[in-house]
């Protein structure tokens, strides 16, 4: 009757315990389901992500948004590490087989001199200026990068030794007859470049920096506006024109 409670039995106090756990471990499965679906989801969107951030060459179909994350904002040259991962694009497709590719690297002479007439503050501007140059002495398919402070990177494809000497001298010229803007500075300036050829030989990323990075040193010594370019299939070449040369002989004497 209303105002009465019943009694519990030891039965009904077990049979209640069990009906509760069981409510308790669907409870706990239901959130344990839930918690497995959210954690794959969260990997999708990763995975989405990565895909759609994958590398394409320049003039692919990344929308504005994209394209922005993609650039240094002080000069709007494409950022390190969008660079490098182009880098590892090129590698990849050297060890492939893929030829006539080259990495230079592109940095201004006397750097402290420089910093002294437009200042620290005009560091992001002049290397805009000094990228923009260089973007002018190349194709559309290849990838002008600020690699450092004051490094430009320039990866080139589809371009055989030739083309490659080609560029370094457009390059140099231009950046000799020009002057840059800084802010409210102006200078004129020399630039010195490195760079190595890229084929199945050295294709890694990190020996591919190095070999260019040692070319720019080796260019800096020699003075300003120098350029060296590394070949790692040079001995191979040689050797190749040497048993033409012989052939060429050969056939002259017959």
């Known amino acids: 009757t209303a105002g009465h409670r019943h009694a519990s039995t030891p039965q009904g106090d077990v049979a209640g315990r069990h009906e509760g756990a069981r409510a308790l471990g669907v409870e706990v499965d239901g959130r344990r ?17 990565a895909v759609v951030g994958a590398v394409e060459p320049v003039g692919g179909g990344h929308d504005q948004a ?15 590490a969008h660079t490098l991962a182009c880098i590892d694009q090129a590698v990849s497709a050297a060890a492939n087989g893929s030829n006539d590719q080259a990495l230079l690297l592109i940095e201004p002479d006397n750097w402290k001199s420089v910093i002294e007439v437009v200042g620290l503050s ?11 140059a260089v973007i002018e002495c190349v194709e559309p398919g290849d990838l002008v990068g ?8 320039l990866l080139l ?20 007859a020009a002057i ?14 490195g760079g190595s050829l890229l084929g199945e030989k050295n294709a890694s990323t990190q020996h591919l920096l ?8 080796s260019a800096r010594t020699r003075g300003n506006g120098q350029f060296e370019i590394h070949d790692p ?15 060429r002989l050969l056939k002259h004497a017959i």
């Open 180 to 193: 840059f803007e800084a802010g409210s500075h102006s200078i004129s300036l020399t630039v010195s470049i």
């Open 233 to 247: 299939a040079a001995q191979e070449k040689a050797q190749a024109e040497k048993e033409q040369h012989w052939l």
């Open 66 to 80: 994209r394209g922005e994350q993609q650039r240094d904002p002080g000069s709007g040259l494409y950022h390190r």
């Open 157 to 176: 494809r589809k371009h055989n030794d030739a083309a490659v000497q080609g560029v370094v001298t457009r390059i140099m010229q231009a950046t000799k």
């Open 122 to 132: 005009n560091i992001d501007k002049l290397m805009a200026s000094l990228g923009h």
């Open 210 to 217: 190095n070999q260019a990075d040692h070319a720019l040193n």
């Open 33 to 49: 389901r839930r918690l497995v679906a959210l954690v794959e989801l969260h990997l999708a969107d990763q995975v989405a992500d």
């Open 146 to 153: 600020r690699l450092n402070e004051h490094t430009i990177s």
